[in-house]
């Protein structure tokens, strides 16, 4: 079946450093690929998605792009800040009712 | 905006007790989807419903009840509780079918099981 795999964490940062988290797929046909962020004691909100094969996502300074031929989405950030301290959960849909979630990723960044 | 609203926030219960989570949206979502999170594992799915009067099971749906009598509200209920049933409940809606619909969450309940 579907799966995702993300990279294991917990991930630590300084301020403004790089930031990836890996994220690598399995599918039976074409999903669509999302990034979901989870802060402390809230449900998951969208932070970015892509639906097809080179699409890129973005959304407050977070990019991934949809690789088919690697299977992968990575999540990148140039500069991290305090505020993005959560933690990232990869997820795949191919139907509306099989949303299948990583393990999750915890990103904490210090100042 | 209120979106995805759970309740209760919290609970604890003794095993072999019973409760229902409840979910509701305003968004006028025609999907809905109950998720359990536990540590290292990510989501869940639990069940879900496409519609008012239709529910579905997912992944581990075992131990687990659900309704959909009204289109805004989804109901989740324990019948027996048992210790492998602590976990943190997500409920979520999306508007219709497609694989590219996004999910839209509530901000969870967290359940205690001794």
């Known amino acids: 079946g579907d799966s995702v795999t993300q990279m294991e964490g917990p991930v630590t940062l300084s301020e403004e450093a790089f930031l990836t988290i890996n994220c690598t797929y399995t599918a039976t046909g074409y999903p669509s690929l999302f990034w979901y962020v989870q802060y402390p004691g809230e449900g998951l909100q969208l932070l970015l998605k892509a639906t097809k094969a080179d699409d890129k996502g973005s959304n407050k300074g977070f990019e991934a792009t949809y690789r088919k031929e690697t299977t992968s989405f990575h999540l990148e950030k140039g500069s991290v800040q305090v505020s993005d301290s959560a933690v990232y959960f990869c997820a795949l849909s191919e139907s509306n009712n099989d949303m299948r979630f990583g393990a999750g990723t915890r990103l904490t960044v210090k100042p | 905006n209120a979106g995805v609203t759970q309740t209760p926030k919290f609970r604890v219960l003794k095993t072999g007790q019973s409760m229902t989570l409840l979910c509701a949206q305003d968004?006028?979502?025609?999907?809905m989807y109950w998720y359990r999170q536990d540590p290292g594992m990510g989501l869940r799915l639990i069940h879900y419903s496409v519609g008012e009067g239709t529910t579905a099971k997912g992944e581990v749906p075992d131990g687990y009840n659900v309704s959909r009598l009204k289109k805004q509200n989804f109901l989740l209920g324990l019948e027996s509780a048992a210790p492998s049933q602590t976990s943190v409940y997500f409920c979520a809606s999306s508007y219709a079918g497609g694989r590219g619909q996004p999910q839209h969450f509530g901000d969870g309940t967290r359940l205690s099981i001794l």
């Open positions: 968004m006028n979502h025609e999907y």
